[in-house]
């Protein structure tokens, strides 16, 4: 069983990656570490703040840990809102605040074209790995389906009929940004740490 700590305060990144890495991983969450402090994320990439928050976590406990730091890049909007997706409808914002603002933001537009990308950055003894997971989709014109978080009631990945929300969490993970990195982290694991 490899022990890995999730530098994440997102319940749903959590149960994602829990779920993906399966039974050979044992995946604690800060609040399992009683960590309750939020992580300074202060950079202008995905990639800075992936490593930062990892490297925040690896220096406080000494242990191995990982951190996802990922963006919705949306074509019509040059990219936004890209590393500011957690608080682009401002400071304290809900996930609904921030899907209705690319909705009010895209009204109008025919290029719907949109990617989530997602960096894991691994660290493990004091070496550090990164990994990227990237799904293409279209942004819908309405928000549909309960499932997942975030913006996937507006994400429709291409190729599919349903929204990220509207898909059960096995078939979001397959094919997600975030099942794309996971997965080449465990294989790295597999094959590099774990032999
Ligand atoms: P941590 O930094 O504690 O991991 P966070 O929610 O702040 O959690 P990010 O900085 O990576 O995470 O923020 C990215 C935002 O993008 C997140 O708050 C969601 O709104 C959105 N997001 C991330 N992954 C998503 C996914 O799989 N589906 C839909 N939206 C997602």
């Known amino acids: 069983m490899t022990d890995l700590i999730f530098a994440t305060n997102n319940q749903h990144k959590l ?61 019509a909007l040059d990219g936004r809102p890209g590393v500011y997706s957690a608080r682009y409808a401002g400071e304290g914002c809900s996930f609904a605040d921030n899907v209705r603002k690319i909705l009010l933001e895209m009204e109008g537009m025919t290029n719907r074209k949109a990617a989530f990308r997602c960096i894991f ?17 279209e942004i819908t014109l309405s928000s549909s389906g309960g499932e997942g978080f975030g913006y996937d009631p507006v994400f429709l990945p291409d190729g599919y009929r349903q929204t990220f929300a509207e898909m059960p969490p096995y078939l979001k993970n397959g094919i997600s940004h975030r099942g794309r990195a996971a997965e080449k982290m465990k294989q790295f694991i597999n094959s590099e740490v774990a032999r």
Request: proline residues 1%; charged residues 30%.
């Open 15 to 75: 149960r994602e990656v829990r779920e993906i890495l399966g039974q050979s991983f044992n995946i604690v969450g800060l609040r399992g570490m009683n960590i309750f402090e939020e992580i300074p994320e202060t950079q202008d990439t995905i990639e800075g703040n992936a490593i930062q928050k990892a490297r925040f976590i690896y220096e406080k406990t000494g242990m191995s840990c990982f951190a996802d730091d990922t963006g919705l890049e949306i074509e």
């Open 121 to 137: 950055c691994l660290i493990i003894d004091g070496r550090e790995f990164l990994f990227e997971g990237k799904v293409n989709g």
